[in-house]
Each structure stands twice: as C-alpha cells, then as structure tokens.
C-alpha cells in the first residue's frame, strides 16, 4: 500500500453556513500537549471554559458546559433530557433546522405539533401564544438564527409567554451565539444548545448547552430513564459539576480550543463583536445591492453572521460557487430546502466577520457574475462596501 501524503489541502476562506474560519490562537491552542481529563489542571480549564460560556450565553446557569458532539448533538441532549415518551411539544418550523428539531422529538417519543411559517420568515409572540393556548405542550422549540434561511427570530416576549402556560422554552442558538446577542436569563430561556464552529471560530466538536433551574428540576424529576446513555445530563452533570464523576473522556483537546475560543470573545467583548459583525453585514448587504442581488430574508430579520441572497435570474447556481473556490479560495453555501437552488448562504461569522473578506467576496462574484452575463457595474459592489465602511 502507498501511504497518502502529507495533509497539505489548498487554503480556503470559509464564508458559507459553518464552519467558519478558525482563529489562528485557537489552532495554537489545539497543539497543546493532552492532559488527562481527571488531571487538577484540565479540571480547572473545565471551570474557566464553564465560566465564559456562562457570560456567553449571559446567565447564571450551574448547569451550563459544552457537550461532546457538534450542534446537532446539543439538539438531541436538549430534547431527549426535556421530554419523555409521550409528552407534548411544539416546534416553531420555518426552515431546516425547525425541521430537524420536529424529527428528534419525534423520535424521543414526543407527541409534536408544529407552527410552520413561511422560509424566510419569523414567528410573531401573538400567533405563538394562541398555540400554546390551544395545545398546551411541556416543551415549546424555536430557532433563534435559522442557518437555512438567514431569519433571525425575536425572543424578548416569548419567555414569559412560555410561562403563562407553564411551558418550557427550549431555544437553538447554533448560529447566533457570540455573533448576536443571545440573553438567556433575560429572556427566560430553560434550555439552549449551540455549536463551536460558527460565531465561536472554533472546530466543529462541542455543542455548549445550558438548563436553567426549571430545566434542571424537569430533569432531575423524570420518571424515565433519559432516551440516551451518552447526553444524559443526569449523569454528565456529574463530570461537569463537583462531583467530577467519570462519565466518558471528554474531547481534551477540543476544550482547549474553546476555552481559547472564548477568551477571544471576551478580550474583544461582546457588545464590541456584535457591532463588528453588524457593521461587516452593513457593508456586505450594500455591496450585494450594487450588484443586483436582494436578500431572501424578510427585511428587519436578517442575521448579520448569515447572509442569505436571492440567484439573480439567469445565473448558474453551482458555477458560481465551483469559480469561487477554485480561482478565489472562497467557500459560500448553496440554498437548502425550499432554498435549494434559489439562494446563497454568505457567512461573516467570528474570525471571518472582517472588511477584507467583504470586499473580496464582492470583487469575485463580481467577476463570477459578468462570467455570467448578468449587467453589473464595474467595481459597485466594493465601492458601495467601501462608502459603509468610511462613515465608520
């Protein structure tokens, strides 16, 4: 057998739906010898890695800690720990990841009912507080940024609206977390599960997760043993709380990552990185303006970390995204969906969130696009960018 060489693949600008560019510090990070995941020193790491992500998320949380997995993984933990078999659930669906949610509640026995809303789209408090009248379910899931559709949904009214009906709010802030703000004591939020890869600038691998004291007592009061041995918090929260309880090896080097992660978001602050990614879409959105190209979301709801655009007519889908990476090095996402083939995905998220990813991603679809025959003016597209950024 011939051994393969080297790893040595082609750089790439990653600014599609995740992940995202990685922080040079973070890739430091991650060659830091391995520590064994009882040793007193990665015992401390845990807590300060614990610590930021509750500023993060900006709650007081005990129960609050990366899960070993990707987003997806958060999703389920969340869902299989909250509901047993039987229980009522309502997921708000108005893109993929909706979806997503419907079937792993499904799956973990839920009896579900979903609010759909057109892609695109968010959900108004009133029409959700009817439902939760009419349905009364235990759990009621929504999706704070929905990465299929760029839609980013308002939370202040739903927590106490949740309340009313002594349903638990469960919220997936996948993409949102460190790129918007996400409140969760604020908004009464009792479970939310994220992913390192997008606004964090980290791998893929951790899902942070936190229950608030009404999440934690539905927990710890089940009267089923929770669907999965590997996410349930009854038993992880042991490894991750006091006790330090072996559960299974945590992703050392993963933690290492993310407790680098947030110690970059905290450096920089988080009111200064939501304007840094506010100001980026600002200039974006003006650029693809200039080039003929409109948002497929619905205007005041549109995510600054993930952009998602309309095709103009005429324009191949694919050859534009295939020239991007060939000749640019730049990765953005194809629609997925009711999506597919109508839209692109461009993500300014974390590390990638900066005026010179801008400016280049318009200066090449630029070209993309005249390859395309489409009518753009020569040079629109950065110069309009560059008339955002010199008003500051």
Not at 5 to 12: F, M, S, Y
Not at 13 to 25: E, N, Q
Not at 239 to 247: A, D, I, P, Q
Request: glycine share 10%; hydrophobic share 40%; aromatic share 6%.
């Amino acid at each position: 057998m011939t051994l393969p060489g080297q790893l040595n693949p082609a750089p790439r600008i990653l600014m599609g739906p995740g992940p995202s560019d990685v922080h040079p510090r973070v890739l430091t990070a991650m060659a830091t010898p391995l520590l064994g995941h009882l040793d007193p020193q990665f015992l401390q790491i845990m807590n300060e890695t614990q610590e930021m992500l509750r500023q993060t998320f900006q709650t007081a949380n005990q129960l609050t800690f990366p899960v070993s997995g990707t987003g997806s993984a958060g999703m389920e933990t969340c869902v299989v720990n909250l509901i047993e078999p039987g229980d009522k659930m309502l997921v708000c669906v108005n893109g993929v990841f909706g979806q997503r949610m419907t079937d792993v509640a499904q799956r973990a026995g839920a009896q579900v009912t979903t609010l759909e809303q057109p892609w695109g789209e968010v959900f108004d408090p009133q029409r959700i507080r009817e439902a939760l009248q009419q349905h009364r379910p235990k759990v009621l899931g929504i999706v704070h940024a929905e990465t299929s559709t760029g839609a980013w949904q308002p939370m202040d009214e739903l927590g106490k609206i949740c309340r009313e009906f002594d349903t638990l709010l469960l919220l997936d802030t996948v993409t949102s977390l460190a790129g918007v703000p996400v409140k969760l004591d604020a908004w009464g939020v009792d479970a939310v599960y994220s992913g390192t890869q997008k606004c964090l600038s980290c791998p893929p691998g951790l899902s942070p997760v936190s229950f608030s004291p009404r999440g934690v007592e539905v927990l710890t009061k089940r009267k089923t043993k929770v669907q999965s041995w590997y996410l349930d918090m009854n038993m992880v929260q042991r490894y991750w709380g006091e006790e330090r309880f072996y559960h299974h090896t945590a992703p050392i080097t993963m933690v290492y990552a993310l407790r680098e992660a947030l110690r970059l978001v905290h450096e920089e602050g988080l009111e200064a990185r939501f304007a840094r990614h506010m100001r980026n879409h600002t200039a974006l959105k003006a650029g693809l303006a200039a080039l003929g190209i409109t948002y497929a979301t619905v205007e005041g709801h549109q995510l600054p970390q993930l952009n998602a655009v309309r095709i103009p007519a005429g324009v191949d889908d694919l050859a534009v995204r295939k020239r991007l990476l060939s000749e640019f090095g730049i990765e953005i996402g194809g629609g997925l969906g009711d999506f597919k083939g109508k839209a692109w995905r461009i993500g300014l998220m974390g590390h990638a969130s900066r005026p010179s990813n801008v400016l280049l991603v318009l200066a090449a679809l630029e070209q993309c696009l005249q390859a395309q025959g489409a009518k753009v003016t020569a040079g629109a597209g950065v110069a309009a960018a560059n008339r955002i950024y010199a008003v500051g």
